[in-house]
């Protein structure tokens, strides 16, 4: 459930002091977070987090549940990724090499031609418009909700999201990460990124979006006086058979 308030944490500076990292605020309505807190806590698929390397508590300390793929969290599933979509058309707006950077994107002109995208015209575009064009080249990851218990729980290990795990690349697809904060009213357990010396507070329904390489290595902070609860996940390209077809 989208929440009908919206903000946006911007970073200061101009553009030579751009960091690449997005907070929209307020994107998901209170009550609703905290009612997927409640079902989260009474599931019984939770299980201990992961890294790429399996479990490794020493890295990351936490209780997952994935659920893309499960029928009974469809809803949830949705809802967390219109609230991105949210954030992700701010993103391309505010910095549109996102997509035009790696791709050479066209669109259709009036009488019946194509022209190449620009950034300015980029971030003219409506929603109704941009949309297709993000959905074209991106495509959702699979959603996991997190709980990182207060005192004990993190993930302390400075990491990034790309790495070459299995044949098919699709760890490489990962072009942005995600995450929504469910719960706030704990203390520290900020997202903090290495090279850009920055710290996000959790806040809750905010959906923080950044790239997922090594420019970006971020690690959660642990929790204090309370447990933290988010959903994340990525925004991988669409493979090169659906880009560009399968020859």
């Known amino acids: 459930m989208l929440s009908s308030h919206r903000d946006t944490e911007v970073t200061a500076g101009g553009p030579g002091n751009e960091d690449f990292i997005h907070v ?10 905290s009612n997927l807190v409640q079902r989260f806590e009474a599931s019984a698929e939770v299980r201990p987090g992961e890294v790429g390397g399996g479990v490794h508590t020493d890295l990351k300390d936490s209780l997952d549940l994935t659920i893309s793929g499960r029928p009974e969290w469809r809803d949830v599933e949705a809802s967390l990724n219109a609230a991105m979509f949210t954030a992700l058309l701010e993103y391309v707006r505010r910095w549109p090499h996102t997509l035009i950077a790696p791709l050479m994107l066209e669109v259709a002109d009036a009488d ?6 620009t950034p300015e015209r980029m971030q003219a575009m409506e929603d ?7 959905r074209t080249v991106l495509r959702p990851g699979a959603i996991n909700l997190q709980r990182y218990r207060a005192g004990s729980g993190g993930y302390p290990y400075w990491h990034c999201e790309l790495y070459p795990r299995d044949a098919q690349a699709e760890t490489l697809h990962r072009h942005l990460l995600w995450t929504a904060y469910l719960n706030d009213g704990f203390e520290q ?10 710290k996000v507070a959790p ?10 390489a090594f420019t970006h290595t971020h690690r959660g902070n642990r929790p204090e006086r309370g447990d933290k609860f988010i959903a994340t996940s990525w925004l991988l390209f669409q493979r090169a058979e659906a880009l560009y077809g399968a020859g």
């Open 189 to 198: 357990g900020e997202t903090e990124f290495l090279y850009q010396q920055r």
């Open 112 to 117: 019946g031609g194509h022209r190449r995208l």
């Open 24 to 33: 929209r605020h307020d994107c998901l309505a209170r009550d609703w977070c």
């Open 203 to 212: 806040r809750t329904g905010s959906v923080l979006i950044a790239p997922a």
């Open 128 to 134: 109704g418009e941009l949309a297709p064009i993000v």
